[in-house]
């Protein structure tokens, strides 16, 4: 199969731009010192979980027949959460800090926080339904924000019902703890002792060699998997039996007709044989598009001017109703949490309006172009560069 050089050009962009949108994500993920949360990151916790959850299991299993010790109080706190979630956030805080090359005494602290914070909520959900539940449904009502919403109500909600937090003591223990099997047995990090002039020697946590280097390979690896997909200048393969269509040339990732990550799925729809699923997509996907100069200019205008229209969000966001003379009623705070969230949902259309013009502009002189089609599970059509377009840089 042939490809014009325009179309050769634009998938090289899409490629160029999808490095750059994901070289930034991750900057900005390690910029807060949380490279659990990256694709790297999320590989290698999920690949250690095993090992930390079997040492974790395995010392709670020796304490428990040893009988008391002076590890018999880290033996009582452990106990309170599933080894599995401990093994999670101790790995993820581990991975951070070290990452980040912090000291053992701030690592131990993260942990041991974020175990603390996994005990009240447990201990919230068992004998507070009606609050939790309640916390819950608020956090879900701007899903944006919903792990920091909900973190913020746990952490009122405690303080409110007298739950009783760990001494500084106590978590030092529980920290100390699951760093060290994380040490043993993960396989990512080493504690170095490093000492400095006219100091006490440091304990530093820092992450093995060899997992440096492969977080590295892994993240360029990963920069190319995620292309910035805009419209095909040529018209996308047609879909059929055994048949890849949409973007055809080796330049950004091929899509499958139904979006699903189950090999069974994939395998089952190659199989099908669906003529008339085929047609329709081929007919959406092969008609022709073509940017209006005349219209784009006037909607770049209003887009500008900031004034609202049909299509386009106002800039201006709703003002807050005032606060009545009796003080914040639980009316006047169920109006303010509507028009706040009015107004991120404002927000996010217009970045979205944002995005269809810059588009648009992208297109005006590249003349006709044609939008690659797939599928969902419900069988519904979509355009696949909907969401992925965005102003670039």
Not at 11 to 39: C, H, Q, Y
Not at 179 to 200: F, M, N, S, T, W
Not at 225 to 232: R, V
Request: glycine share 8%; aromatic share 6%; proline share 5%.
């Amino acid at each position: 199969m042939t490809f014009s050089d325009r179309e050769l050009a634009i998938e090289n962009e899409m490629t160029d731009r999808g490095v750059e949108r994901r070289r930034a994500s991750s900057s900005r993920i390690r910029a807060r010192g949380k490279e659990s949360l990256t694709g790297p990151g999320h590989r290698l916790v999920r690949a250690a979980m095993g090992r930390t959850v079997t040492g974790l299991e395995a010392w709670l299993k020796a304490e428990a027949k040893r009988g008391p010790t002076n590890r018999s109080a880290a033996y009582a706190l452990a106990k309170q959460v599933p080894p599995r979630i401990m093994a999670l956030l101790g790995l993820r805080a581990a991975l951070d800090g070290a990452c980040a090359n912090r000291t053992w005494q701030a690592v131990v602290h993260a942990i041991a926080t974020r175990v603390d914070e996994e005990r009240a909520a447990r201990w919230l959900e068992r004998t507070h339904r009606g609050l939790w539940h309640a916390a819950r449904r608020r956090s879900k009502s701007i899903p944006e924000r919903a792990a920091s919403r909900l973190r913020e109500d746990v952490r009122r909600l405690m303080k409110e019902q007298g739950f009783q937090r760990w001494s500084m003591s106590d978590r030092l223990k529980v920290g100390a703890l699951v760093l060290e099997v994380i040490d043993q047995c993960a396989g990512l990090i080493r504690i170095d002792r490093v000492r400095k002039a006219r100091r006490r020697a440091l304990l530093l946590v820092t992450v093995l060699p060899e997992v440096a280097d492969w977080i590295q390979n892994a993240t360029k690896a990963d920069e190319c998997l995620e292309p910035l997909y805009l419209p095909m200048l040529d018209r996308p393969g047609e879909w059929g039996k055994g048949l890849l269509g949409g973007y055809a040339t080796p330049l950004v990732a091929r899509k499958h007709l139904v979006k699903n990550r189950s090999k069974v799925t994939q395998g089952l729809v190659a199989e099908a044989d669906m003529p008339a699923v085929y047609g329709a997509v081929n007919a959406l996907q092969g008609t022709a598009w073509e940017v209006n100069p005349d219209l784009l200019e006037v909607a770049k205008a209003l887009m500008a001017s900031g004034q609202s229209c049909p299509g386009l969000e106002s800039a201006d966001p709703e003002p807050y109703p005032e606060v009545p003379p009796e003080g914040k009623t639980k009316d006047w705070l169920r109006a303010r949490f509507v028009v706040r969230r009015s107004n991120i949902h404002r927000a996010s259309r217009r970045v979205e309006s944002a995005r269809v013009l810059w588009l648009a502009g992208r297109l005006r002189d590249e003349g006709q172009f044609y939008f690659p089609q797939q599928l969902d599970f419900r069988g519904r059509t979509y355009p696949v560069p909907q969401k992925s377009s965005c102003c670039g840089k």
